[in-house]
Nanobody
């Protein structure tokens, strides 16, 4: 499965962005799609995940309430709505596919190229 994250850009603090992750080569109906991010000089961290086959959602504790993950079955995409953005949200955001809903990046086998989100103060 090939993944591509898009929708990043430059936004002022307090603003919103909506990222999308498009998949090709295989339907996502049996997978979990996770979002991760990596800020400059920092390790990759978990953001959110959605279970394609069920109602499961998982969020990083510090982001819950500001970020919302959803899926669009008709388009084979998943979206990450990010609100009330802060400068510390600046990072490259990645989507990845795995078999179970988890925060661990090692559990996701397929990764897309990231999209850069820059939040200015």
């Amino acid at each position: 499965v090939q993944l591509q994250a898009f929708g990043g850009g430059l936004v002022q603090a307090g603003g919103s962005l909506r990222l999308s992750c498009a998949a090709s080569g295989r339907t996502l109906s049996r997978f979990v799609v996770g979002w991760f991010r990596q800020a400059p000089g920092k390790e990759r961290e978990f953001v959110a995940a959605v279970d394609w086959s069920g109602p499961g959602r998982l969020y990083a504790g510090s982001l819950k309430g500001r970020f919302t993950v959803s899926r669009d079955n008709t388009k084979n995409t998943t979206n990450l709505q990010m609100n009330s953005l802060k400068p510390e949200d600046t990072a490259v955001y990645y989507c990845a596919v795995g078999n179970r809903i988890t925060t661990m990046s090692d559990d996701y086998a397929y990764w897309g190229q990231g999209t850069l989100v820059t939040v200015s103060s």
